[in-house]
């Protein structure tokens, strides 16, 4: 009896360890998907296997295919799966793919995308191919991107759709039902319909289940959500991205200065939105003037690093010349270059830290003068109480540094460090007021804030440390405690 337990714990072991090596083992779609394509089938039988997988994996395949290979994917596609495919492929990398279509496949497939995303695409192919495209294609559609691409890139319009159920509000219910199937045809984001009054203007939205589960006597007024959010076309996305972002809608409208509804802008715009420009803060806050990619030529990236590089090479031989203004602290003073590292890195991690917090507050267009000046006085204070802590540490560790590794007197020792720590506590605060209010002047004068990057806030911070450390030496050590070497 005990044997068939132990039998029987042995094979439950051996199935758990087995679903366990199971969950943990993903199929390697990508694979199966190039084995498909460089196999010898039929093109019917190819492409009812490769339908099976989802857009995003087929589109995760095509840098791994030659050219050839990839000229073979389209021919055996439909438009539509392409069109799909195409959602889920990085937009300078798809205008070099739809550029390798025939003009008639391209248009077919420009066709079947969504608005946004065929605008984005085809401004990546060159002027002739892209004009003889975008004539080939319907002219509804023609025009609809022509629209698009009349935006420029920071404007909300530029990344619509105009894919989306309009209806008019003097509607009965049945008839809003008869025009939501007629529309639906051509528009697949139906789960909010748009109200527009006679003269086309947005009135508000009507959730698709409110219009299923309502009888056919309910008034379609009744139904509609005149509070619903909306954004202009013409509002740059830094301006309503907060806004955006505060509403759960699957959509939202998009409307023109005449208050006529142009397009929608979806949730995953709103999120590729955010992800671009969080892209674009951080590189700036690198000191770059735009994003790199590890495919990017050396020539370009050079070129996005330079400027930055050029003009913080100034600063710090700003910064080199104002410690040879100290050259006769240092020459009675030696031993306190040893400790230079110290201040100017604190002072530049604060600066940065400083500089984080305000460029995230002012996301805030609505930030009050006195919301501002709150802003500098905490940080001010975080790097006051900051300060007196690490300065505090500084005179302890510092002091003991130099009285027992360095052989000097507990006098000179902890006279050096007082120093040391007093003018670690005054960078600070001047570094957390520098971090706070160069991005609220670059606010304050139409610049992005971001521009006040990490790289010149340090370079910055460093002069603030340096005249602050060799002032502090000059005065309390040389002037007033008479210390030399």
């Not at 030659?66 to 990085?90: C, G, H, T, W």
């Not at 077919?108 to 294609?137: P, W």
């Not at 830290?353 to 000046?373: C, P, Y």
């Amino acid at each position: 009896m005990e044997e068939e337990v132990r039998n029987v714990d042995s094979v439950s072991e051996d199935i758990s360890a087995a679903g366990n090596d199971s969950a943990l083992t993903k199929p390697d779609y990508e694979a199966e998907i190039l084995g498909i394509i460089r196999s010898n089938s039929s093109p019917r039988i190819m492409l009812g296997k490769i339908e099976d997988y989802h857009a995003n994996d087929i589109a995760g395949v095509f840098s791994a295919l030659n050219s050839q290979e990839r000229k073979k994917l389209y021919r055996i596609s439909n438009p539509e799966m392409l069109a799909e495919v195409f959602e889920y492929i990085d937009e300078d990398d798809a205008g070099k793919y739809l550029d390798e279509m025939d003009i008639r496949k391209a248009a077919a497939v420009v066709s079947e995308m969504e608005t946004d995303t065929a605008a984005n695409v085809l401004h990546q192919i060159e002027k002739e191919k892209r004009t003889l495209i975008i004539d080939s294609i319907h002219p509804e559609i023609q025009k609809e991107i022509r629209l698009l691409a009349s935006f420029d890139e920071d404007e909300i319009g530029s990344h619509m759709t105009t894919n989306c159920i309009i209806i008019k509000e003097d509607l009965t219910v049945k008839q809003a039902m008869n025009e939501l199937v007629r529309q639906a045809e051509d528009n697949d984001n139906i789960s909010t319909l748009f109200v527009v009054d006679e003269n086309d203007e947005f009135c508000g939205a009507i959730d698709l289940k409110d219009l299923i589960i309502a009888r056919n006597t309910v008034p379609l007024d009744n139904l509609i959500v005149t509070s619903f959010p909306y954004v202009y076309a013409n509002e740059s996305i830094d301006d309503c991205i907060e806004r955006l972002k505060d509403y759960s809608e699957s959509y939202i409208p998009v409307l023109d200065n005449m208050n006529k509804v142009l397009g929608i802008i979806t949730a995953q715009s709103i999120i590729e939105v955010v992800d671009d420009e969080m892209g674009e803060d951080y590189a700036k806050l690198a000191g770059l003037i735009a994003e790199e990619d590890l495919k990017e030529p050396l020539i370009q990236s050079m070129r996005k690093r330079l400027p930055w590089l050029v003009i913080l090479l100034g600063l710090g031989m700003v910064v080199s010349s104002v410690v040879g203004m100290f050259d006769k602290v240092v020459a009675q003073l030696t031993l306190i270059m040893a400790f230079q590292s110290l201040i100017l890195d604190m002072a530049g991690n604060v600066g940065t830290q400083s500089l984080a917090v305000t460029i995230r507050v002012l996301t805030d267009e609505n930030l009050t003068f006195k919301q501002k000046g709150h802003l500098v006085t905490k940080e001010m204070r975080v790097g006051l109480c900051n300060g007196l802590l690490l300065g505090a540490i500084s005179f302890v560790m510092v002091g003991l540094y130099i009285m027992f590794f360095k052989g000097k007197e507990a006098g000179f020792s902890f006279a050096v460090s007082g120093c040391i720590g007093a003018s670690l506590l005054l960078a600070m605060i001047i570094s957390s007021a520098v971090g706070t209010l160069i991005p609220l002047f670059f606010k304050r004068i139409k610049v992005d804030p971001a521009v006040a990057s990490g790289p010149l806030i340090t370079t910055v911070n460093d002069l603030v440390a340096v005249v602050t450390y060799y002032g502090m030496s000059w005065i309390l050590l040389l002037n007033v405690l008479h210390f030399s070497n």
